[in-house]
């Protein structure tokens, strides 16, 4: 299997599978690279670095950032940032503080529904990791009060759900400015699942697909006129339309389509590699880097 996994997660945000075990099983698999983008966090990049080294796989580090939008969710993906950047530290920090207090009003809201879950026990899931709504629907399990994460998301914890709380967090533009401004590359992660995804009511959710019409393109140009580098068109979770859409788009507009798994071990059903970036346009990301 050839070509760069360019979004993956770890323990360090909310995914299962620590750093080291993502770089072995990535060099099984015969990838050319992976991106390391945790949630809101560079905390990886030294574990990684340490397990890749020697091995020939490229590593691509970076992060998932999260922006707000009319209560809704924004990833951008940032490669090649540099983790010291005060502004970028400084607006991490403070989203990682945000998620702390989202987390007890997430786990008040529950308690409030019936659902006898604690902040301790989420804490202690999280880890050092930056708490994360999967961390809460962990604990919401273990409570008995659902089989599963997926039953979590679809009941209570889907973006508009019952139990939902939106983070104070930054616009889409000032997230790609400010992975700019630290150096790095702005890539809009899987547009399709803005907004619609599984909303009571909405039938939103298709087989862990997302069937609403995604993020307008309106807020692409924006970020697009701000310096955004790339779109993540290919997603496991897009549906063709989904696809065909952004790629148009990402035409359009100049930019680079990427592909990413969006892995997260036992967190989620996606693959790792089950999504790839060909190293020419990992290449062509990479001179979108500001001099
Ligand atoms: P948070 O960063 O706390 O808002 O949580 C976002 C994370 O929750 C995403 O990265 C996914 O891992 C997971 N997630 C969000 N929405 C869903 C959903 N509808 N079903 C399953 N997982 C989801
Ligand atoms: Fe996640
Ligand atoms: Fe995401
Ligand atoms: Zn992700």
């Known amino acids: 299997m050839a070509g760069f996994d360019l979004h993956t997660h770890s323990t360090y945000s909310d995914g299962t599978t620590t ?19 945790d949630h809101d966090t560079t905390e990886p990049y030294e574990a990684a670095r340490a397990a890749a080294d020697g091995t020939g796989l490229e590593l691509v580090l970076g992060t998932e950032f999260s922006a707000e939008l009319d209560g809704h969710s924004v ?44 902040f301790a026990r989420v804490q202690e ?27 979590v998301f679809d009941t209570w ?28 590359v702005a890539v809009l992660a899987h547009p399709g699942l803005y907004g619609t995804r ?8 298709n087989g862990g697909r997302a069937s609403g019409p995604g993020l307008d393109a309106e807020v692409v140009e924006r970020m697009a006129a701000v310096g955004l580098a790339g779109i993540e068109a290919d997603h496991p979770d ?11 788009l990402a035409g359009a507009l100049g930019l680079e389509r990427t592909a990413g798994s969006d892995y997260h ?27």
Request: glycine share 12%.
């Open 157 to 184: 914890l889907a973006d508009g759900g019952p139990a939902y709380v939106e983070k104070h967090a930054v616009t889409p533009e000032r997230a790609v400015e400010l992975l700019v401004a630290a150096g790095g």
């Open 75 to 118: 990833h951008v993906l940032g490669y090649w940032i540099d983790p010291g950047h005060g502004p970028l530290v400084d607006e991490l920090d403070r989203l990682r503080n945000e998620r702390l207090h989202r987390a007890r009003a997430i786990v008040e809201k529950f308690n409030g529904l019936g659902v006898e879950v604690t």
């Open 238 to 248: 897009h549906t063709d339309e989904h696809r065909a859409r952004y790629r148009d």
């Open 125 to 151: 899931l999280a880890g050092a990791a930056p708490i994360g709504r999967p961390h809460i629907a962990q604990a919401v399990v273990e409570a008995g009060a659902a089989p599963d994460t997926r039953t």
């Open 265 to 291: 071990g036992a967190g989620k059903d996606n693959q790792l590699g089950s999504a790839t970036t060909d190293r020419e346009v990992v290449e062509r990301l990479r001179a979108w880097r500001r001099a």
């Open 198 to 205: 599984g909303e009571p009511g909405t039938g939103a959710v």
């Open 19 to 37: 750093p080291e075990q993502n770089v072995r099983d990535a060099v099984a698999l015969g990838l050319d690279g992976l991106g390391i983008t």
